[in-house]
């Protein structure tokens, strides 16, 4: 049988125009890197499907030893930790199937890789574990699952009153009434957070306290070696007043004190966000802000060196956040975008000044899930103040929150065409934005945001979705700090899902591409060569992410050269690690960065 050649490819792309309406001329050229595949008939490439990353039941409770190729290099030691959804598919005692329908809503799997520096090698060992025992023994039993979710379709028979009722248990007795395994608790994923499993002062490289989190405000704690969950907890356990349903599963943390910020949703008379701080040397939280606005699915925020940021984009609750009591999930929830609204962004100052709402600016309206970084630059127009740039993956509607729904996801019949392809308002767009003047200075008053105060955001640049990422990811020395090198996964359209990894060079406005035939890659996570070894370039480092081989139907844990965009090493799995989420590296050496993890 003749063979075929196929080779995983970086692909260089430079855009000559980069401007606010996303319009650019990209150059192409592609280089290949070294690796070879086969195919199975000449000049014809293998078959293969990504369908395996949905629906694996892959579990491996004990550490076993992978096979390394390559070289990973030996700074990379550590524990990388991967959490995300598993198969969606669950047989019942009453023999029927239950599925969920949101890829958002999946069972939630923890994937552990502890990469140990062996001298001039590195060995990789590999564990997981699901966390949702008792929920899956609950769906066998009762072929249901009516806790509140992400996009979990409802019964419409159902009385309002017992829909209010079951809601109210579930999002706000969770904590005190649910085992551990009970509830799906899997989008990020936390090394020791300040007040939840320790007791404060462990911003190093022992790992204390692990933490899932979501997009509410229930967080699980697991055991940082076996991933067995070890119990529940809300917010209110850093501060009282943190009682409001829903959260960011993005946190932000400062690279500096390890304080982490985030906000807490509350509705009622008045829909309400609380801005606060954990310190990290307390475990103590601190209120910072109690801003009234317009309740929204927001999956993160900002952070600069003196601010936090909270932009509430265009993904309103409707009724006034009553809509989550009647549907019990957060998308049917979200009302229709309307264009004609404004984003609006909220800078409050996180100084010892403690000075609160500082700014508030509008823009366009937009969607986003991800933030990648925000920074201070000195103001061209007043010396006084300061300028914040931030960058986050945009999109144009809502459309891509339901692309996510399993259905959507999955490979089409041959006659009916992709989602993607109906949608292309989908595919992100890596967008900076610019909030002018803002008033750092300790004299500068506490603002009331209203129609007086709201000021115009610039749009510094709007890459093209051909030339755009998701789960983004850069190098964590350069949080909060001017960042010139994006990173993520990229959607080419060779399958139904994303199939490639993306670097975006922000200041010749130029992008690497890597990818592969068949190779179905995760979030990329970066993590920076030691200085005593040279690392101070801000590519100088690894980026670490989980593809799973569509012909050989198993995953394996990718080491690329962050400058190259070329594979260095790989970890064969023996089995399929499910399409994931976020991840979070911790260093083995002292007083390196945690890479992910907010």
Known sequence: ?????????????????????????????????????????????????????????????????????????????????????ANYKLKTDKGSTFESHHWFDGLTTVHRFEIRNDGSTTKVLYNSRRT???????????G?????????????????????????????????????????????????????GQNGGSHGTRIESLITKTDANLYQRLDPETLEPMGLCRQTVLHPDLKGPLSAAHAKTCPMSGDIYNYNLDFGPKTLYRIWCASASTGKATILATIPSTGAYLHSLF????????????????????SLLLNRNVLDSIAPMDPSLDAIWYVIDRTPSKRGLIAAYTSPAFFAFHTVNAFEVPSPTNPSTTDIVAEVTTYEDLSILH??????????????????????????????????????????????????TLRPAQIDSCNPPELSCELPAMNPRFSTL???????????????????????????????????HAQTA?????????????????????????????????????????????????????????????????????????????
């Open 1 to 85: 049988m003749a063979t075929t050649a196929v080779t995983a490819t970086v692909e260089v792309r430079t855009f000559e125009h980069q401007d606010s309406d996303g319009k650019a001329s990209p150059a192409v050229s592609a280089q290949p890197a070294t690796e070879d595949r086969s195919s199975n008939e000449a000049g014809h490439l293998p078959p293969w499907s990504y369908v395996a990353g949905f629906e694996t039941d892959f579990e491996q409770r004990t550490p076993v030893e992978l096979e390394v190729t390559g070289q990973i290099p030996t700074y990379v030691a550590g524990i990388l930790y991967r959490t995300g959804p």
């Open 522 to 598: 995760g979030e990329p996570i970066f993590v920076p060569r030691p200085r005593e070894e040279g690392g101070e370039e801000e590519d100088d480092g690894v980026l670490l992410s989980v593809v799973l081989d569509g012909v050989k139907g198993s995953s394996y844990l990718l080491c690329l050269d962050a400058r190259t965009m070329t594979e260095v090493g790989r970890a064969s799995v023996n089995g399929v690690v499910g399409f994931g989420f976020h991840g979070l590296h911790v260093p083995e050496k002292k007083g390196e960065v945690y890479a992910g993890g907010d």
């Open 482 to 516: 001017p960042h010139r090198y994006t990173y993520g996964i990229r959607d080419t359209g060779k399958s139904g899902f994303f199939d490639g990894l993306m670097k975006v060079d922000a200041e010749k406005r130029q992008v690497l591409e890597w990818s592969e």
């Open 144 to 196: 249901e699952f009516k806790d509140f979710s992400f996009a979990q379709k409802r019964d419409p028979c159902e009385g309002m009153f017992k829909k209010v009722m079951s809601t109210f248990k579930s999002t706000i007795l969770a904590s005190s009434n649910a085992t551990p395994t009970a509830q799906n608790v899997g989008v990020t994923i936390t090394a020791n957070m300040p007040g939840i």
């Open 132 to 142: 949702v025992d008792e929920l899956i023994q609950h769906i066998r039993k009762t």
């Open 303 to 322: 952070l600069t060196p003196s601010t936090v940021i909270l932009c509430v984009w265009n993904s309103h609750y409707s009724a006034r956040g009553m």
């Open 403 to 452: 692309r996510f729904y399993y259905r959507n996801l999955l490979p089409p019949a041959p006659s009916e065409p992709s989602f993607t392809s109906t949608h292309p308002k989908c595919i992100p767009r890596l967008t900076r934005y610019r909030l002018p003047s803002v008033p750092l200075s300790s004299a500068s008053p506490h603002v009331k945001a209203d129609a007086k």
